[in-house]
C-alpha cells in the first residue's frame, strides 16, 4: 500500500470545522447526501455521490489535498492527490 506524503504537512492540532453541514449546498438550496471536512482549513463539503460535489471542487481550488469524513462515527480521511485512504 502506498503512504500519503500530505499527511505529515497537516497542520497540528487539526482544524475545526468552519460549519455543520455544506454552505455552499445550503446557498443552492440542495440537500448533500455525505459530508467531508478538508483538514488543512475546516471546511466542510458535500461528498462525490452530491450533486455538486463541494468537497472536491474545494480541493480543486484551494490544492488542499487530505479530508475526512465528516459522518458520525466515520474516522476515514483521504488524500486527493494520492488517490487513496489514509
Known sequence: MSECTHVPD???PGPQPLADTCPECLAA???PVQL???????????????????ATR???E?????????EPGEEWRW????????
Not at 467531508?36 to 463541494?54: A, F, I, K, N, Q
Not at 488542499?64 to 465528516?70: G, I, Q, W
Open 10 to 12: 497537516l497542520p497540528r
Open 29 to 31: 438550496g440542495c440537500h
Open 36 to 54: 467531508r471536512m478538508c483538514l488543512e482549513c475546516g471546511h466542510v463539503g458535500c461528498c462525490d455521490s452530491s450533486p455538486y460535489r463541494h
Open 58 to 60: 474545494h480541493f480543486e
Open 62 to 70: 484551494t490544492g488542499h489535498p487530505v479530508m475526512r469524513s465528516f
Open 79 to 86: 488524500c486527493y492527490v494520492d488517490l487513496l485512504i489514509v
